[in-house]
């Protein structure tokens, strides 16, 4: 009888534990650590199937309209419709385009995307919470996820996402491709590893904007680096950026550290705070 | 009988610690508890300046920081331009990253993620920063590529040999610059050779304060300069995480060396009295 007692004792201590505490199993959750990148060549954009110029997004009349006038003063030397040319944060959906490597970091309560871009990281909670009822508004927005097992193995394979709560302005890309300016954007993502390949993980997003017509889906893709040790680099927006922005024109800082117009025939800013004696 | 049932239950336990093995769970446990949202310890009374580097000091001359007469002077020059208006050499007025070791004076909530091979240390202030701390037991790369925050590697310490972790001591090294200890400007040397070394563990006495005892060596300081920067837990179970978007509302510019104003009718404004306007030399068109 004793021989049990101590048997019993000895699970008891290799399982349980006193204080209460719950070790995380890792094993239940996809194995994503490491270096992820976008797959696709070509620039960055939101539906990776397209050409950036070719996107085909079933924007609205209005829409359409400021989309083209982005478009148009990009090719005069302007920034158009792209907010991140001073260092705003893209925001989402563009922060799934992937600029920079991504790091994905799983724990049961929060799955973190940490993307050394602009300002392109985001929190996924996923321990159980609603959407506040009161939440300041971030370019990331609030994302509240939930980890399925689809195939009903005994391990989570899945990260269903909702997001909500934006502030604009945002782009759906670097041609001023634009999100609506009243931010009531919902974003929907399924992201899952490939089953042929655990090194490339699929993100089915939908976003909800009212500068649609109707909920647009594009599917990403990003690949993991075979590095071991991978390199994160760091990117500082402000360093070395050479737009400046000054009463809503854009400017370019020249290398000799003067202002430079950035359209043909732009005029300069205003000095009229200047003492007049010293222009 | 008694014996049969021994061996069931020995042979139940072999079979869930095989489990418990291939999943390789991991044991948060054996490490601290550093979860939730920590900011920086209220400071003690008297002591004044937005985020001064040894916390128990106000900012500026008040630190006494052991600078080498070549960056006090330096330091005189960034307090000389921050009297008359000016950012001084603070990189964050340009929207720059702190760096360390300015980033661990807290400017804004901070979140710890520990994971066996690596602290992730998070902070959303004027450059989102994720400062990894390698704690897989990798040496220092033959080369690595400098950054603001620097290249970190920590190892878990078990001090008191209760069989779980309580002390991450860090090394940091491969800086760039420019950085400064606190938005004074008090300047670290332009060779970015820092070495700086962190004891980061919880209070014994109050588990929701957390310490970062940190030596900072570099060329522009004549010794190790050494300071004790405090965390408080907050007490929300789901904290607001603000995002800090520095360019956003940023109402200075910098052209060349100059820091100028954007008034809040979109016009250029000196900062400082008798400040001349920008040279316009590059547009055809004189200013309105």
């Known amino acids: 009888m004793r021989s049990l007692i101590v048997a019993i004792a000895l699970v008891a201590a290799l399982l349980g534990r006193s204080d209460g505490a719950q070790a995380f199993d890792e094993s239940k959750y996809p194995d994503w650590k490491g270096q992820w990148r976008r797959a696709e060549a070509g620039p960055p954009r939101y539906d990776p199937s397209k050409p950036l110029r070719e996107q085909q997004a079933p924007l609205t009349e209005e829409y359409r309209a400021i989309y083209a006038a982005s478009i148009a003063d990009q090719l005069a030397g302007g920034q158009g419709n792209d907010p991140t040319y001073t260092c705003l944060a893209p925001g989402m959906p563009r922060i799934m385009n992937v600029y920079d490597p991504l790091e994905i970091v799983i724990t049961p309560e929060t799955t973190y995307f940490l993307i050394q871009h602009i300002h392109d990281s985001r929190r996924i909670f996923t321990d159980g919470r609603n959407f506040p009822e009161e939440v300041e508004p971030l370019f990331a927005g609030y994302s509240i996820g939930k980890w399925i097992d689809s195939d009903g193995d005994g391990r989570y394979d899945t990260l269903e996402v909702e997001t909500r709560n934006m502030r604009g302005p945002r782009a759906f890309d670097g041609l001023g491709l634009p999100l609506h300016r009243d931010n009531q954007t919902v974003i929907k993502e399924r992201i899952y590893a490939e089953k042929a390949d655990p090194n490339m993980i699929i993100n089915e997003i939908t976003t909800i904007d009212n500068a649609l017509t109707r909920p647009w889906t594009a599917t990403k893709k990003y690949r993991r680096v075979s590095t071991e040790q991978p390199v994160w680099p760091e990117a500082a927006c402000a360093e070395g950026n050479v737009h400046v922005e000054i009463g809503g024109q854009n400017y370019f800082l020249s290398a000799d550290g003067f202002l430079m117009p950035a359209r043909k025939d732009q005029a300069p800013p205003s000095l009229k705070y200047f003492d007049q004696s010293q222009r | ?288």
């Open chain 2, 1 to 288: 009988m008694l014996n049969r049932i021994l061996i069931s239950v020995m042979t139940l336990t072999a079979a869930l610690l095989m489990s418990v093995g291939v999943a390789a769970a991991f044991d948060d446990a054996q490490y601290p508890n550093l979860k939730g949202q920590w900011i920086r310890e209220r400071a003690p009374a008297g002591v004044t300046g937005q985020g001064p580097f040894d916390p128990t000091k106000s900012w500026g001359h008040a630190q006494q920081a052991p600078l080498t007469p070549e960056y006090k002077a330096k330091f005189e020059e960034s307090l000389a331009d921050q009297a008359e208006g000016g950012p001084g050499f603070w990189p964050g007025a340009r929207c720059l990253p702190p760096g360390m070791p300015a980033m661990m004076t807290n400017f804004r909530p901070m979140e710890i993620i520990v994971k066996p091979e690596t602290t992730w240390i998070l902070i959303d202030h004027i450059h989102e920063t994720h400062r990894r701390i390698f704690t897989d037991g990798r040496r220092w790369p033959e080369w690595v590529e400098p950054t603001f925050d620097g290249y970190s590697i920590g190892q878990w310490i078990d001090t008191d040999g209760d069989g779980r972790y309580d002390v991450l001591e860090v090394e940091t090294r491969h800086f760039k610059g420019p950085r400064t200890f606190e938005p004074s400007g008090m300047p670290l040397h332009d060779d970015n050779k820092t070495v700086i070394k962190e004891r980061i563990y919880l209070d014994k006495a109050d588990p929701n304060l957390l310490h970062d005892e940190m030596t900072v060596v570099d060329s522009a300081l004549t010794k190790p300069w050494s300071v004790d920067k405090k965390f408080r837990r907050v007490k929300e179970a789901r904290p607001y995480w603000p995002e800090d978007i520095c360019a956003e509302g940023q109402a200075m510019i910098h052209v060349g060396k100059e820091t100028y104003w954007v008034a809040g009718d979109g016009h250029l404004m000196p900062v400082k009295k008798g400040q001349a306007p920008p040279d316009l030399r590059y547009f055809k068109q004189p200013p309105k």
